[in-house]
């Protein structure tokens, strides 16, 4: 979807799907007309399955995350012991992927599918950022129900930025330096997903 087509909105289907009010998505739109370099998009999307083990189950869950994703996962190991669950530190205990671009796109075509395309409000950091859980893997499409791994439940968390917000991350920059008006806010993040995947918005 280029730029044209994302700006040209169907402002009553958005209020339906966001729940905000015309003015608020007339006036964001307009702002995104005239200052297209405004128009937030998704910088990437993280996606962690955390199994509290390691093992043999959870390379089975690296296994199913590759081909969800298409993207080969990383390990992450446990900070701290914790005698309660048995786990010891320095132990792999979850599998992650980092998805930019069409992959980013393509997952959370199918992540958003799983959740009926219905994501609540509260998931909404201050800065226009999405966090998500899918209690069941089956649930995405194309993925089938395997017994030797039983069910898996994810995290996905979706960053969106303006572009050019990448100089926040430098290490010479001071986080306070950087523009109000260049921090996404939930309700365009509301738009951005409305628009972008279909995705409508519940109450908390």
Known sequence: ???????????????????????????????WS????????????TVNMSLGEGGERLAK???????ITGQKPIFRKAKRTIR?????????????????????????????????????????????????????????????YDPEIGILGMDVAITVERPGYRIARRKRTKREHIPERHRVKPEETMILLSQLLGVTWVGR
């Open 84 to 144: 309660a669950f048995g786990i010891r530190k320095g132990e792999n205990i979850a599998v992650m992927v980092t998805l930019r671009k069409e992959k980013a796109i393509e997952f959370l075509n199918k992540a958003f599918e799983a959740v009926g395309r219905r994501i609540k409000t509260s998931s909404i950091d201050a800065h226009g950022n999405v966090s998500f859980g899918i209690e069941e893997h089956i649930l995405i499409p194309g993925v089938k």
């Open 61 to 67: 869950a690296a296994k199913v995350l590759e081909e």
């Open 1 to 31: 979807m280029n730029v044209q087509e994302f700006l040209d909105v169907n402002v009553k289907d958005l209020k339906e799907k966001t729940s905000l009010p015309e003015e608020k998505i007339k006036e964001i739109v307009e702002m």
């Open 34 to 45: 005239k200052s297209p370099m405004l128009i937030p998009r998704i910088v990437k999307v």
